[in-house]
C-alpha cells in the first residue's frame, strides 16, 4: 500500500519561500493526479498544484506564478516550490494522488505565513 510523506513545512514570513517535499513508499510513475492540496481552518481542502495527464500541470489561480511543482520519478518523490508566500497561503499541505481509482493522502505538513 502506497504512503505519503510530507515534509518541508514550517513559519515563514509574507513574502518568504518553503519548499515541500513528499516522498513515496513505492512508485509514483502510474500514479494519477498527483498533487499538492491544502486545508485552511474552517475551509475544505482545495486543489494547490497537479500533474495532469500527459505530463501537464494544473495550479489554483491564487497560486499561479508563485508556487511551482515537479516531480522526481526516480526518487519517488514530488516537490512544491513556494515563493512570494502570503498570510493566506497558510494551511495544513497534503500530497495525494490514485491509483487504480484509490486515493492516496499523506499525514499532512503546516505552513503558516505570519509577520
Known amino acids: 500500500q502506497m504512503q505519503l510523506v510530507e515534509s518541508g513545512g514550517g513559519l515563514v514570513q509574507p513574502g518568504g519561500s518553503l519548499r515541500l517535499t513528499c516522498t513515496a513508499s513505492g512508485s509514483i510513475f502510474s500514479m494519477n493526479a498527483m498533487g499538492w492540496y491544502r486545508q485552511a481552518p474552517g475551509k475544505e481542502r482545495e486543489l494547490v498544484a497537479a500533474f495532469i495527464e500527459s505530463g501537464n500541470t494544473n495550479y489554483a489561480n491564487s497560486v499561479k506564478g508563485r508556487f511551482t511543482i515537479s516531480r522526481d520519478n526516480t526518487k519517488n518523490t514530488m516537490y512544491l516550490q513556494m515563493n512570494n508566500l502570503k498570510p493566506e497561503d497558510t494551511a495544513v499541505y497534503y500530497c495525494?494522488?490514485?491509483?487504480?481509482?484509490?486515493?492516496?493522502w499523506g499525514q499532512g505538513t503546516q505552513v503558516t505565513v505570519s509577520s
Open positions: 495525494g494522488g490514485y491509483i487504480l481509482g484509490t486515493a492516496y
